[in-house]
C-alpha cells in the first residue's frame, strides 16, 4: 500500500513539473552581465515565477512559470522596462521547447 | 604657517568619487533598475609632490569612499557618496620640516541622475542622463593642530554647500562600452575661502577582453581621460594667484565584471598640468574598488 502511494505521488508531482510553463522573452538594451540582476530582479516579482535564465549574448531570458499561472506580455513588458531596458519578442514555449 | 592659506593643493579636492557603474573616474548613464541598490567600497591614494615653489610640500591623501545608490524607477536614481579621508602634508618653512595630518569623514554628496534618452537594440544599449547634486559640509572644516588651525585646502571638509550638474552619455555594446561626462561644479564661500569652480570633460572606453559567458563574468580593459579646469579659489575676497589651472589625466585600469559585483583598479596619473603660480601639481592617483548591487 505504502508503495502504491508512493508511486502515486511520484505520478502527481511529475505531472506538476510537467505543466509549468516555460517562456523566453526577448530584451533589447542588455550588454554586461551586472545589468542582468536589475532585469531579473524585475522579472522575479512577476506571479508564478519560479526560475529565470538569461543569456546575455542573445539577449533571451527563459522563464519557468508555475503551473496555473498565465504571463501575459504587457506584464513581461512592464517588469522589463522597469529594469531600464526593452522588450523585443515574447513567446510561450512548448513542452521539449 | 599663514602663507599656506594663500597656497593651492590643487587635487586635494575629492573628485570623480561619485562614480557607480562603468567607468571608475566618473559616471555612467547604464540603468540602475526600479527598486535596485548599488553599493560601492571605493579606496584610493593620490599622491602630489611636484612643487615648484620653493616649500617642498609633499601631499598624500588616502580615501575611502562608500557610494549607494538606488533606483526609484528605472530613470530616476539617487547617490550617495561619503568619503572618509586621511590627510598628511610635509612641507619646509624657514629650514624646518613640518608635517600636518587629519583624518575623519569628509563631505557628504548627494545627486540624482535622469535618464532622458534610451535606445536599445539588440546587444547594445545607448543612453543621455543629466545629473545634479549638492556637497553637504559634514566634514570637519575648522580643525587644528599644535601649529594653530589647518589650511582650508586641508581640512577634511569645505564647510560650503558646492552645487554640481552635468550630462553623461554613455554606449555600451558587448563588445566595448563608451562613456563621456560634461559638468560643472559651484562652490561656494566658507571660512573666508571659496575653492574655483570647476569644468569637466570626461571620457571612459572599456574593451572586453574576456570572455562572453555570464558564468564568468567579462574582464574589461580599461582607458579613461579627464579634462579639468578650476577656477581660481578665492580667499578673503581676492583671487589666489597660486590656484586653478588645466589638468589633463589618463586612467589604465582593469575591471572584472559579474552578475553581482565588480571589483576594478586604475592608476590616474597627469598628462598635462597646466596650473597657475605655484599649484602643487598631481603626481599618481591609485584608484580601487568594488561594487555590489541588490
Not at chain 2, 594663500?6 to 548613464?29: E, Q, V
Not at chain 2, 574593451?207 to 578665492?234: C, D, K, T
Amino acid at each position: 500500500m505504502k508503495n502504491l502511494i508512493f508511486a502515486l505521488a511520484l505520478i502527481i508531482s511529475g505531472n506538476v513539473l510537467a505543466a509549468d510553463s516555460q517562456y523566453q522573452l526577448g530584451v533589447n538594451g542588455l550588454a554586461c552581465p551586472f545589468c542582468v540582476y536589475g532585469l531579473e530582479k524585475q522579472l522575479s516579482k512577476l506571479p508564478g515565477v519560479k526560475q529565470i535564465e538569461t543569456d546575455v549574448k542573445q539577449g533571451e531570458v527563459r522563464l519557468l512559470v508555475k503551473e496555473g499561472v498565465v504571463l501575459t506580455e504587457p506584464l513581461a513588458r512592464e517588469a522589463v522596462k522597469k529594469s531600464g531596458f526593452s522588450l523585443r519578442s515574447f513567446k510561450k514555449l512548448n513542452a521539449g521547447e | 604657517m599663514l602663507k599656506l592659506q594663500g597656497l593651492t593643493f590643487c587635487f586635494l579636492m575629492l573628485n570623480g568619487f561619485m562614480a557607480w557603474a562603468a567607468p571608475m573616474t566618473f559616471n555612467t548613464a547604464l540603468p540602475v533598475a526600479d527598486d535596485e541598490f548599488l553599493m560601492r567600497f571605493q579606496s584610493f591614494v593620490r599622491q602630489s609632490g611636484n612643487d615648484p615653489s620653493t616649500l617642498d610640500r609633499d601631499l598624500k591623501v588616502k580615501a575611502f569612499v562608500t557610494v549607494l545608490g538606488y533606483g526609484v524607477s528605472s530613470k530616476l536614481a539617487l547617490f550617495g557618496v561619503l568619503p572618509y579621508l586621511d590627510k598628511e602634508m610635509r612641507l619646509s618653512v624657514n629650514n624646518q620640516r613640518w608635517q600636518r595630518n587629519t583624518n575623519g569623514l569628509g563631505d557628504l554628496t548627494l545627486f540624482g541622475r535622469y535618464t532622458v534618452y534610451q535606445q536599445n537594440q539588440l546587444g547594445q544599449t545607448f543612453r543621455i542622463a543629466p545629473l545634479v547634486g549638492v556637497k553637504v559640509p559634514t566634514g570637519e572644516d575648522q580643525e587644528t593642530d599644535a601649529l594653530g588651525e589647518l589650511p582650508q585646502p586641508f581640512q577634511l571638509g569645505t564647510g560650503s554647500w558646492d552645487f554640481f550638474a552635468g550630462m553623461v552619455s554613455t554606449y555600451q555594446t558587448l563588445d566595448y562600452q563608451f562613456d563621456t561626462q560634461l559638468s560643472y561644479r559651484i562652490n561656494t564661500e566658507a571660512n573666508n575661502f571659496e575653492a574655483g569652480n570647476e569644468a569637466r570633460w570626461n571620457m571612459s572606453l572599456q574593451y572586453r577582453l574576456w570572455p562572453s559567458s555570464i558564468q564568468h563574468g567579462f574582464l574589461y580593459a580599461v582607458m579613461e581621460s579627464n579634462l579639468i579646469y578650476r577656477y581660481q579659489n578665492r580667499i578673503n575676497g581676492y583671487d589666489d594667484p597660486n590656484s586653478g589651472g588645466l589638468s589633463l589625466l589618463l586612467a589604465p585600469g582593469i575591471q572584472y565584471v559579474t552578475k553581482r559585483w565588480i571589483v576594478e583598479t586604475v592608476v590616474q596619473r597627469p598628462v598635462v598640468q597646466n596650473l597657475y603660480g605655484v599649484a602643487l601639481e598631481n603626481d599618481y592617483t591609485f584608484w580601487a574598488s568594488v561594487r555590489f548591487n541588490f
